[in-house]
């Protein structure tokens, strides 16, 4: 598995056989796995052959009302408007920080776009998707 800039080797079981099925755990963005096959005829003769699989990756979107305040996605914090490539299917946590100060002024979270609490579960859908956190000025 491919991973940011580094690589983890041994995330699938060896599989022996002519045919085979897996699931490739998620490890978060910025990830591709690598399959490498070897095949060996009746005169112990092998050949090797590896392909480089790359998920498909989605643009989301993440803003809030106000645009400029924070949010955190996949554990790192961002000032919005941001948009970050995803991998379709996966599980995410978007976090919108309960309160914030922005301009002089405090905020504080009331909801995201989605209906979701203010850190809650996303399954990355297959198309495009934007979410925003809306806050209110607090005294």
Wanted: proline share 6%; aromatic share 8%; with cysteine.
């Amino acid at each position: 598995m491919h991973h940011n800039e580094h690589v983890h080797f041994g995330g699938l079981p060896e599989t022996l056989g002519r045919s085979g099925a897996f699931v490739a755990e998620d490890q978060g963005d910025n990830t591709s796995l690598e399959i490498c096959l070897t095949a060996t005829d009746d005169g112990a003769r092998a050949r090797r052959l590896c392909r480089l699989l790359l998920p498909l990756e989605i643009l989301y979107t993440l803003d809030t009302e106000p645009s400029g305040l924070r949010v955190i996605w996949d554990g790192v914090t961002y000032e919005t408007p941001i948009k970050v490539q995803t991998i379709a299917g996966a599980t995410r946590e978007p976090e919108a920080p309960a309160r914030q100060t922005w301009n002089g002024a405090r905020y504080q979270f009331v909801s995201w776009s989605d209906g979701g609490g203010a850190t809650h579960a996303v399954t990355v859908a297959r198309e495009p998707q934007r979410l925003v956190s809306t806050y209110v000025v607090t005294p």
